[in-house]
């Protein structure tokens, strides 16, 4: 492949993309990383104002976005929306599962509730945008890519969040058989696993309920993060977002099976 066709097979122009918990982080970095590459994008977030608010910021800069309220964890809201974007839109080429929760707390003390609700969201939530996406692209002639969102946790084990590695480490095995069962029909599933990354999820550590930054717990909380990886770095939203682009694009188009991981080398697998 010449130098110049390579380069632009990493763009999405005039593919359909939606993007689950496009509203904040990694979720919103990818969505406007698809639409900076060409791509038409439907931003999906539990929370209806920040996912306008990214598909604004998209129109703003010439893309093509619209911003919908999504509870992924409804498995009729997730099918009524693929259903709609591929009949306004005439298909559906890629959907991103990125929305997801934290729930942290000793594993012995873990209440079922908190159980249920993770899974809900990070496990099922996954299950059904794969599901609602991937009837409609096996149908299509180009057949279409699906990217899910693990963790860095479903690699390394970590206290205190056992519930959430357990749903990242699904979803692995879910992108993996689901591969194998769709890829006939030219669907690739892949997953990106980061590493720590400044995020609203990871903020909490260190943001004031006014929205400021303590900067001295901030870097308390980055300082060890830092050190545990051979590059002594974290990842901010944009680093991953470039893994979404890659498996959204041609340029990933003999790539199905697989896990991506940005996360700085904290786990090598």
Same mark, same amino acid.
């Given at each position: ?22 509203? =904040?982080?990694?979720?919103?970095? /990818? ?8 791509? #038409? ?44 974007? #591929?009949?306004?839109?005439?298909? &559906? ?7 997801? &929760? !934290? ?31 991937? %009837? &409609? ?8 890519? +699906?990217?899910?969102?693990?963790? #860095?946790?479903?690699? $390394?084990? =970590?206290?205190?969040?056992? /519930? ?9 095995? !879910?992108?993996? /058989?689901?591969?194998?069962? +769709? ?20 903020? %909490?550590?260190?943001? %004031? ?7 001295? !717990? ?6 060890? !993060? ?6 002594? /770095? ?6 991953? $977002? ?8 041609? #340029? ?18």
């Amino acid at each position: 492949m010449e130098a110049t066709t390579l380069i632009e097979s990493f763009r999405v122009d005039g593919k359909v993309a939606v993007v689950t918990g496009a509203g =904040s982080g990694i979720g919103r970095a /990818s969505a406007l990383a698809l639409a900076g590459a060409g791509a #038409a994008v439907v931003c999906a977030d539990i929370d209806g104002a920040s996912a306008t608010a990214a598909a604004q910021e998209i129109a703003a800069a010439g893309g093509v976005a619209e911003g919908v309220t999504l509870d992924v964890s409804n498995r009729g809201e997730v099918d009524a929306l693929a259903q709609r974007v #591929a009949a306004e839109r005439g298909g &559906i080429h890629v959907w991103c599962n990125i929305a997801g &929760i !934290m729930v942290e707390g000793p594993f012995l003390d873990a209440p079922e509730e908190d159980l249920d609700r993770i899974i809900s969201v990070n496990l099922k939530g996954v299950f059904f945008g794969c599901q609602a996406a991937g %009837r &409609i692209m096996v149908t299509q002639p180009e057949g279409g890519s +699906i990217i899910n969102a693990s963790s #860095a946790a479903a690699d $390394a084990p =970590s206290p205190n969040i056992v /519930s959430y590695a357990i749903c990242k480490a699904g979803v692995v095995q !879910m992108t993996k /058989s689901l591969a194998v069962e +769709i890829g006939k029909k030219k669907v690739r599933v892949n997953a990106v696993a980061p590493g720590f990354v400044l995020t609203g999820m990871t903020g %909490r550590y260190f943001v %004031r309920p006014d929205g400021t930054v303590d900067e001295e !717990m901030q870097e308390a909380v980055i300082a060890p !993060m830092r050190k545990f990886t051979p590059l002594r /770095s974290i990842g901010e939203p944009e680093d991953i $977002a470039a893994a979404f682009l890659y498996l959204a694009s041609d #340029a990933s188009r003999f790539m199905t099976g697989q896990v991506l991981r940005p996360n700085g080398g904290v786990a090598m697998v």
